[in-house]
């Protein structure tokens, strides 16, 4: 499978602790995109990676979330001191953005991880 | 008033409907849109990208952008139970990254 894959598929936390999630984008893919959905709503944008450079960050992202793309492939997105508000579903997705592109690229998302935090 | 607006549903048809659905939009820079599928906790499945105004056809989908108007829609045609999802639609501008998102209507097609 070449898609775009995510770990855990599922994480049931208390309150307080530290999750790590990762994501491994479709092969050659440069760009990387972090997006967390709650239920009923659309995806929401949190960050995305140019490589290894994290160019763009959501006011979403409070400072208790971390990411990262240190060889720009994978990226693993951190929370510390959970809270019962960070439950959610948290979307990867990845694109190829060239200079022939013309700004036309096509976010394929992963499967996602769902993180309950009791 | 959110960027983009999408009537969440539910909507139900039976097998074989034709069945529209729609996303309206306050910002003039959307150049970008799609329309993504999610099934139950999964992640959202590209169906249709159309860029600036205009009509894609894919099969039993078509997608239409009308700028003017700030309105989008996705038919279905012979609409089947497999169909039964979330539709969510997405935007960006020419210079954006991120993608905006409606809410998502959850489809029920009935055999």
């Known amino acids: 499978d070449t898609g775009v894959s995510q770990n855990p598929r599922h994480k049931i936390t208390k309150r307080g602790q530290n999750v790590t999630f990762r994501c491994d984008p479709i092969s050659e893919h440069n760009r990387l995109y972090w997006y967390r959905q709650t239920l009923g709503q659309g995806p929401e944008f949190l960050t995305y990676?140019?490589?290894?450079?994290?160019?763009?960050k959501s006011r979403l992202l409070s400072d208790r979330f971390s990411a990262e793309r240190p060889k720009g492939s994978f990226s693993t997105l951190e929370i510390q001191r959970t809270e019962q508000g960070d439950s959610a579903m948290y979307l990867c997705a990845s694109s190829l953005v060239a200079f022939t592109s013309g700004g036309r690229h096509t976010q394929y998302f992963g499967p996602g991880t769902r993180l309950t935090v009791l | 008033q959110k960027e983009v607006e999408q009537d969440p549903g539910p909507l139900s048809v039976p097998e074989g409907a034709i069945v529209s659905l729609n996303c309206t939009y306050s910002?003039?820079?959307?150049?970008?849109f799609m329309w993504y599928r999610q099934y139950s906790r999964k992640g959202p499945e590209l169906l249709m990208y159309?860029?600036?105004?205009g009509n894609k056809e894919d099969g039993r989908f078509t997608a239409q952008v009308d700028k003017s108007s700030k309105y989008i829609s996705l038919f279905i045609r012979d609409s089947q139970p497999s169909d039964s999802a979330t539709y969510l639609c997405?935007?960006?501008?020419?210079?954006?990254?991120?993608?905006?998102f409606g809410k998502g209507t959850t489809l029920s097609v009935s055999s």
């Open positions: 997405a935007m960006r501008s020419q210079a954006g990254t991120a993608l905006i």
């Open positions: 159309t860029y600036s105004s």
């Open positions: 990676f140019q490589n290894e450079a994290q160019l763009e």
């Open positions: 910002n003039s820079a959307f150049q970008y």
